[in-house]
C-alpha cells in the first residue's frame, strides 16, 4: 500500500512527461493544465522524428554509448581479471588508486580536458567526447569487473590449466562465459552512464552534427517560448533507453552496482 | 599444496601456452599494466595539467606567467566564491536528506512484498533512467506557475491560494532544484540500502514479531542499527555526487535566480566558457576535489574495509 502510493509519486515527473508528449502544443500551454489529454496526439513525436535533428542526436548518443562500453570492457577486463586472479606486488597499489579516481570529480577535470583537446584541435569532434565518457566510466567499470571476478570460483580455473588449457584460454573459454551476466552489467551501466552524461558535450561540441541527445534537447528551449510538448517527446526519447534496461536487466544491473558500484 | 605468489593452486601442473615461460605474477602484470596505463593517461595526466594550470596566470589575454597562490587568493576573497560554497552546502544537504527519508521508506517497503517483487524495482529504478538534465526539464515543467501540474494541484486542494513562482524566488528555487536532483539519486540509494536489509537474517524479524514489537519498533530496533553500514555508504556517495554535479540545476534554474542556486559547478564553468580564466577555474576546481576527497577518503576507507573480510 505505502509502496504503491510512493511509486506512484516517484514515477509522476515520468508520466507528466509522457503525458505532454502526447498533447498538442496549445493544449500543453493550457492553464489549468489538463491531467489528461483531451486530443491525444502524436504530432510531437512525429515532429521531433522528422522535422528536427533529433534523429541525428539519438544516433551520436548510441555512437558515444557503444564505442566507449565497447573501449571500457576491452581494456577493462584483462586489467580487472588480472588485478583479481593473478595479484603481483604492487597490484594492490593500482587496485587502490583505481578506487581513489573514482572519487575525483569530473567537474574538475572538465578544464584539463578541456585544455588538452583545445591544444590539439579537438574541439568539436566526436572523439573528445569518448575521450572524457571513457575517463568518466573506465575506473569503475574496472572496480566492477573485479568484484565479479573475485567470485568467480579458482576451483574451475584450475581444472581448465589441469586440463591443458592455457591461463589465456582459461579466461576466454571457461571465466569470461561464466560471468557472463556481470560482464553485460557492466556493458549496460557503461551504456548508461555515457548516454545521460551532458556537461562534457556541451562543452566540448558546437556543431549540431555531433551533439548528443541530452544536449540536443536545448533545441527546443527558445529565446521567448520553450516548445514543451515536443521537448517532452524529445525527453521520453532520451530515456527510453535506460527504462527498457531497467525492465529487461534490472537485476543484472543492480548486481553490478551494489557489489561495487557509485553512480554519477 | 602449491602456492604461486599468493595464488593458491592444490596441485601442480604444466602451465601450457604462449606464456608457458612466464610466471603467474608476471602474466598478471601483463594483463593489468596496460589497463592501468590507461588510468594513468586519462586521470594522472588531466590531473597534472590541472595542478599546474591552478598556479598559473592563465586568462587566455596576458601571456601565461606563474603566478603562484594568487588564483586561490582571488577564489578565496571572491563574493561569488562564497555564495556558490553556501548554494552547494544547502543543496548537497538537502538533496542527501531528502532521498535518504524517501530511500528508507521505500527500501523497507520494497523489502516486504513477496509478489510482483521484480517488476516493483524496475519501477523504482526508473529515475535513474531518466539523464539528469532531461530530470531538470521535467521537474521545471511540472514547477511552471501557469501550466504545471505541483501549482494546480496545490491550488485545487487549497494549500497555497495563487501560484507560485519558483523560477523568481531563489529560496523556492533551491527547493525546487533540490526536489529535481534528489529524485534522480533515489534508485541508488534505495538499492544500496535495500542489498544491506537483504543480508539482515530474518530469523531477528520472527523473534521481535513474537515478543509483539510492531513494524516502527523494529524499524528502530533492528532494520536501522543492524544496516548502518550501507545507510552511512548511500549517504556518503549521495552526498559526493550531489556536490559535484550540476546537470538537474543547469536545465532547471541555470543557477538563478538571483544567483540562488548558483552551485560550485557553476562558477568553474564561468571561468572556463564565459571568462575564460583558466588559472581561476584550475584552482576552483582544485579547490572542489580536495574537498571532495576529504568527504570521499571515509568512503574509500570504509569500502576497503568492507573488502578486506
Excluded at chain 1, 148 to 161: H, K, Q, R, W
Excluded at chain 2, 184 to 195: D, E, G, H, N, V
Excluded at chain 2, 237 to 244: E, G, P, Q
Aim: charge should be positive; include cysteine.
Amino acid at each position: 500500500m505505502v509502496l504503491s502510493v510512493l511509486l506512484f509519486i516517484i514515477l509522476i515527473p515520468i508520466g507528466w512527461t509522457l503525458l505532454t508528449s502526447l498533447k498538442s502544443l496549445k493544449e500543453a500551454f493550457q492553464t489549468p493544465p489538463t491531467y489528461f489529454p483531451d486530443k491525444l496526439t502524436l504530432e510531437a513525436y512525429r515532429k521531433v522524428l522528422t522535422e528536427t535533428p533529433v534523429p541525428r542526436y539519438v544516433l551520436n548518443s548510441l555512437i558515444y554509448a557503444l564505442a566507449t562500453a565497447a573501449f571500457v570492457l576491452s581494456a577493462g577486463t584483462f586489467a580487472a581479471y588480472g588485478l583479481s586472479k593473478y595479484p603481483y606486488r604492487g597490484s594492490n597499489t593500482i587496485l587502490i588508486s583505481f578506487l581513489v579516481t573514482r572519487i575525483l570529480p569530473p567537474l574538475s577535470l572538465l578544464l584539463p580536458f578541456y585544455m588538452i583537446f583545445r591544444y590539439f584541435g579537438m574541439i568539436d569532434t566526436k572523439i573528445s567526447v569518448i575521450v572524457f565518457t571513457i575517463y568518466l566510466s573506465y575506473p569503475l567499470a574496472v572496480w566492477i569487473l573485479k568484484s565479479f571476478f573475485d567470485t568467480y570460483p579458482t576451483d574451475l580455473m584450475e581444472a581448465g590449466l589441469i586440463d591443458g588449457c592455457s591461463r589465456i584460454g582459461v579466461l576466454f573459454r571457461i571465466v569470461l562465459p561464466g560471468v557472463a551476466s556481470g560482464i553485460a552489467a557492466v556493458a549496460i551501466i557503461t551504456f548508461l552512464w555515457t548516454w545521460q552524461e551532458f556537461l562534457a558535450p556541451y562543452l566540448f561540441l558546437n556543431s549540431d552534427l555531433h551533439k548528443p541527445i541530452t544536449v540536443g534537447v536545448y533545441y527546443f528551449v527558445g529565446d521567448e517560448l520553450t516548445y514543451w510538448n515536443t521537448i517532452s517527446a524529445a525527453a521520453m526519447l532520451a530515456s527510453v533507453p535506460g527504462i527498457l534496461f531497467f525492465l529487461i536487466a534490472q537485476k543484472y544491473i543492480v548486481k553490478g552496482l551494489t557489489s561495487g558500484g557509485v553512480k554519477e | 599444496m602449491e602456492i604461486i605468489n599468493g595464488f593458491r593452486f592444490k596441485h601442480s601442473y604444466p602451465v601450457r601456452g604462449l606464456f608457458m615461460r612466464v610466471s603467474n605474477s608476471k602474466f598478471g602484470m601483463m594483463l593489468s599494466l596496460p589497463g592501468a596505463f590507461v588510468l594513468f593517461l586519462w586521470v594522472v595526466v588531466p590531473l597534472g595539467i590541472l595542478v599546474v594550470t591552478s598556479f598559473l596566470r592563465y586568462d587566455n589575454i596576458h601571456p601565461v606567467v606563474f603566478g603562484g597562490l594568487k588564483n586561490y587568493e582571488y577564489v578565496f576573497n571572491h563574493r561569488i566564491f562564497w555564495l556558490s560554497f553556501k548554494n552547494t552546502v544547502i543543496f548537497c544537504a538537502g538533496v542527501t536528506s531528502l532521498s535518504l527519508v524517501v530511500s528508507l521508506v521505500l527500501a523497507h517497503s520494497l523489502s516486504r512484498i513477496n509478489r510482483f517483487a521484480s517488476i516493483f524495482r524496475s519501477l523504482s529504478m526508473f529515475p535513474w533512467a531518466v539523464p539528469m538534465v532531461v530530470s531538470g526539464f521535467m521537474w521545471a515543467q511540472m514547477f511552471n506557475p501557469s501550466f504545471g501540474v505541483i501549482n494546480d494541484f496545490l491550488l485545487r486542494t487549497g494549500i497555497i491560494s495563487k501560484p507560485m513562482d519558483i523560477f523568481g524566488n531563489p529560496a523556492l528555487a533551491m527547493i525546487g532544484v533540490i526536489f529535481a536532483d534528489a529524485w534522480t539519486r533515489i534508485p541508488f540509494m534505495t538499492i544500496i540500502i535495500l542489498a544491506g536489509l537483504e543480508s539482515i537474517d530474518p530469523s531477528l524479524y520472527e523473534a521481535a514479531r513474537v515478543d509483539g514489537a510492531d513494524s516502527i519498533q523494529i524499524f528502530r530496533r533492528i532494520s536501522l542499527p543492524l544496516n548502518k553500514k550501507a545507510i552511512m555508504t548511500g549517504v556518503i556517495i549521495t552526498t559526493i555526487f550531489s556536490f559535484r554535479t550540476i546537470d538537474t540545476i543547469f536545465s532547471m534554474t541555470f543557477g538563478g535566480p538571483a544567483k540562488g542556486t548558483y552551485t560550485f559547478g557553476f562558477y568553474i564553468l564561468d571561468n572556463i566558457y564565459r571568462f575564460f580564466n583558466f588559472g581561476v577555474a584550475g584552482a576552483m576546481s582544485i579547490i572542489l576535489l580536495i574537498l571532495l576527497l576529504i568527504i570521499g577518503s571515509v568512503f574509500i576507507y570504509q569500502t576497503l574495509r568492507i573488502e578486506e573480510r
